[in-house]
């Protein structure tokens, strides 16, 4: 089975179905995936804004850990929402390089949060207090940088949706 | 001035040629409209959770409420700056549009109840789950999603 036919299967399936052509269907995963993105992007955004110093208090562990469940909340919305989008359309989808590109930051941005996490993160007890050190300033500006190119790139899939 | 002939006017103005320059000005202005929503509604929406006595609680609402207070401020710097520029390419849609007036109305009872409602329960006690500050966080979150949902809804329906 070729991605082509796996998306062609997607987009027929009664999800797919009911996201293209309903008109609450394609709304409301719309509306929850911009609150999703709201409540996930704002999160992690403090938790950036902490990492640079540009926010003091709390320390960043306890910042964190209680913004993690608003993260779970916030990812969980933005993938069943953002599937159930891509299964609308998957044939356009998948060959649209505004979308491609967005995968890939997410993906960028997973790598940059692990590297954090299994790193600088682990001494985080040394640095709760004081400011972050450099490799911890460098990981928020960098997830900074890379969520506004997400969005840059989610905008742009509507701009760059090919004929079909 | 008629609405009519002002609507008329700004689709006409020098705004409104600016942004149909390049191809390149909608998108990229639509950009930073979204960066600033997430930014404004998502600090927002953390104060809220902290009002709820959900998220946060070991931190005195004022405190927490002022760190992040820069950061909502930046973010309404750049829906205002965004927004209208948004506005200015289609003004006739925008204002007959349902959504929009959704979300506008939304915007304008945010501001309203925070400067009659949320401001002083903010800065008064630091107490977890107080009733006025559960029904301060739960209104502004109401209402931010009333807001997330005009938003949306402009370009949908």
Redesign the interface.
Known sequence: MSVLEICQWLQETPAGRMVREGYWGYGVPQIAHLAGMALFGGAVVVDDLRLLGAIRRPEFRELSSQLVVVKWIGFLVLTVTGILLFMSDATRFYKNPSFLIKIGLLILIALNAWFFRSGVYRDADRWADGASPAGARMAGAVSLFLWVCVIAASRAIGFTLPDV | MTSDSLLNWLETSPLAHAMAASVWVY??V??LH??S???L???A??VD?RLLGW??T??PVA??AS??A??IRVGIVGVLLTGPLLFVTDPDRYVGNFYFRLKMTCLLLTIVFDLLVGRRVRAAGSNAGLPEQRFAGGVSLLL??GV??G???IG??
């Open positions: 998108p990229i639509e950009t979204m960066v929503i997430v930014l509604v998502g600090t929406a953390i959770f998220r946060l070991s931190m405190e927490l760190e992040l820069p950061w931010w999603t997330v949902t938003g949306r809804g949908i329906f």
